[in-house]
């Protein structure tokens, strides 16, 4: 479902006050169990799925939603849907009008995704959440961040708070969920990873095919040489019973 209504603003100002404000309304941030992106380096240009860990709930609340933003340069996304939720994307005006791949005008991208427990999920278990989307093909060498808002029975946690140049985002108490960006390579230049991999496998298959009948001509040679001298060796037997006789 598309919405133009904005049910969690995501407010990326300083790093620190971020921080400071979900550690306030969510409780201590358990160490090294945050809110992240499951995937390493991805292309630039690339289309890829994102999968987003929650591992936890809020100071031992149960999660009623996990809301994401979509950083600039993404306009069009396509969550995963998930039984256990109901998924709503969020749309805005773009600044300026755009022109997709297939020649329409683009007006509007998505903002955020929004998932909505249908049942809370408890502060022991852990869920994903998968978005297909467009890297930007601008974005090599760079991280894309989603700042995402976790909503719990009791209080929330705000993973939005971003590095500054030159610190660790290990050190971050609520860091935003990211993702490294490297430069396109030769063979996934227009940003169809998974295609090409299908396409190179079905490739290998059908190799591999062709290859079989000369694969197995041992093997028939050796079957013929088998049955040959099993009928010389039943011959022998014949004429032996038949000089008995």
């Known amino acids: 479902m598309n919405t133009r209504r904005t049910k969690r603003p995501l407010l990326i100002g300083t790093g620190a006050l971020a921080a400071t404000a979900a550690l306030v309304l969510g409780g201590a941030v358990a160490a090294n169990a945050h809110v992240s992106i499951a995937e390493g380096p991805v ?3 690339s289309y890829s799925i994102l999968t987003f860990s929650v591992p936890h709930g809020c100071d031992g609340a149960a999660t009623t939603e996990v809301a994401i933003q979509i950083p ?3 306009n069009a996304v396509t969550p995963t849907r998930n039984s256990l939720y109901t998924v709503e994307k ?3 005006d773009l600044d300026t009008p755009i022109t997709d791949s297939h020649g329409n005008e683009v007006t509007e991208r998505v903002a955020q995704v929004v998932y909505t427990a249908a049942t809370p999920l408890p502060d022991g278990q852990r869920d994903a959440f998968e978005l297909s989307l467009q890297i930007p093909e601008d974005a090599a060498d760079t991280a894309l961040y989603f700042p995402t808002v976790q909503t719990c029975e009791q209080g929330e946690t705000a993973w939005v708070q971003i590095p500054e140049e030159g610190q660790d985002g290990h050190d971050l108490d609520a860091p935003a969920p990211s ?9 996934g230049s227009h ?3 998974d295609n090409t991999d299908a396409t190179v496998d079905a490739h290998d298959e059908d190799s591999a095919s062709a290859a079989a009948p000369a694969d197995q001509t041992p093997l028939v040679v050796t079957s013929l040489a088998v049955g040959s001298i099993g ?10 019973g038949r000089k008995k006789a």
């Open 43 to 45: 292309e630039a240009g």
């Open 72 to 74: 600039e340069g993404i």
């Open 90 to 92: 969020v749309m805005e």
């Open 179 to 187: 993702v490294d960006v490297v430069a396109a390579s030769d063979a």
């Open 191 to 193: 940003g169809h990873g």
């Open 231 to 240: 009928l010389i060796v039943a011959v022998i037997a014949l004429l032996r």
